[in-house]
């Protein structure tokens, strides 16, 4: 369960975020004479994301399905906060998977792209024209153990 939120409706093919609710606690929270405004808070991060609908009914779709989403998240039911090791580096932003979840999708022949934020990443980058660093493909070995 996630919204993914962007810089602006003229780039839609990259996303700025993500907010994953079963990775972190939130909340939705309106005021009054705010019209059409709502923020969503999350646990353990002092920004907060400040929306606004176009209109009332467009507003009370959102809040409520938020809130809905928010209600059934793991985020939720576990009361989970983001560390501060995860602050730093707002790596809370980004979109990720568990490992469970990880291994229930992935395939053999699956490939992997990755773009790191490192220096060497970069200079990889520049060296080979390439929007990633590195690649991996998902390979099975049979073992006695599964």
Known sequence: MRLYYYKNDKKIDASKGV???DHVQCKVTFKDG???R???HLKGVSRIFKLKALNADDFHMWTYKLMKTID???GKKFELGVDEK????KSW???QIDEKSFIKIADIGDILLFRG????AKITRGFTQSNFDHVAMLLRFDAEDD
């Open 38 to 40: 709502f923020y969503i």
């Open 19 to 21: 907010i994953n609710f």
């Open 117 to 120: 934020k490192n220096i060497g």
């Open 86 to 89: 995860q602050l730093a580096v």
């Open 34 to 36: 705010k019209e059409n």
């Open 93 to 95: 932003r980004f979109d």
């Open 72 to 74: 059934m998240s793991k």
